[in-house]
């Protein structure tokens, strides 16, 4: 098992530009999370989906979207790129959506708005 | 006041030393305890959890929990070089968070030979 997957690993922007970080898990997990984590920062939640179907905000969810496309499947879309979120973004997964669910990370994608 | 706080590093400790890492948390609610440890460049890797007061052991790995003082803590003991890393606690806040976790910044450790 690949367990949780993201691309692309790294990616620089110009401002205004638009993408989408992509993340996959094999895990038949229920729920995923995307972080973003900056220096002094921590972790800090963008979006979660609590199941398929479902999304919510999370602490910092301005100036992302999300799309829970399948199961499998979640991804991050910054529609107008600021060189505020550059940023290391994790995505992760867990079983369910109760307290004593441990998530897992991917592996990261470091993203850069010049 | 931060939600989840960490002693603040860098931490070093000499190899084969108990190295210890703190956190404390200001939700009373908060049901359940998780720790990290992240390498330089790479992505955070779950290595204890702890729901329950008390200490649980895994390997050279202690988590303890004080849920009345909001307080829980990582112990490793006989430190390794391999052991450096950032070590993140972790806290989910009750059953309307889901599994929703809340991050400390994170306290680095260093294991010199």
Redesign the interface.
Same mark, same amino acid.
Request: aromatic fraction near 16%; hydrophobic fraction near 25%.
């Given at each position: 098992n690949a367990g949780v997957t993201q691309t692309p690993k790294f990616q620089v922007l110009k401002t205004g530009q638009s993408m989408t970080l992509q993340c996959a898990q094999d895990m038949n997990h229920n729920s995923m999370y995307w972080y973003r984590q900056d220096p002094g920062m921590g972790l800090r939640l963008i979006y979660y989906s609590a199941s398929e179907g479902t999304t919510d905000k999370g602490e910092v969810p301005n100036g992302y979207n999300v799309s829970r496309l399948n199961k499998r499947e979640f991804s991050l879309r910054l529609e107008s790129a600021a060189p505020s979120q550059t940023s290391v973004y994790f995505c992760a997964s867990s079983e369910e959506g109760q307290p004593y669910n441990e998530q897992f990370f991917g592996p990261g994608t470091r993203l850069t708005v010049l | 006041q931060k939600e989840v706080e960490q002693n603040s590093g860098p931490l070093s400790v000499p190899e084969g030393a108990i190295a210890s890492l703190n956190c404390t948390y200001s939700d009373r609610g908060s049901? %359940?305890f *998780?720790w &990290?440890r992240q390498y330089s460049g790479? %992505?955070?890797? !779950?290595i204890m959890?702890i &729901?329950s007061n008390g200490d649980k052991e895994d390997g050279r790995f202690t988590a303890q929990l004080n849920k009345a003082s909001q307080y829980v803590s990582l112990l490793i003991r006989d430190s390794q070089p391999s052991d450096s890393a950032t070590y !993140?606690c972790?806290v989910?806040? $009750? /059953?309307t %968070?889901? %599994?929703?976790?809340t *991050? $400390? /910044? $994170?306290t680095q450790l260093t294991v010199n030979p």
């Open positions: - | 049901q %359940s *998780f &990290y790479k %992505s955070p890797e !779950l959890s &729901y !993140l972790a989910n806040k $009750g /059953e %968070s889901g %599994s929703r976790l *991050f $400390g /910044e $994170g």
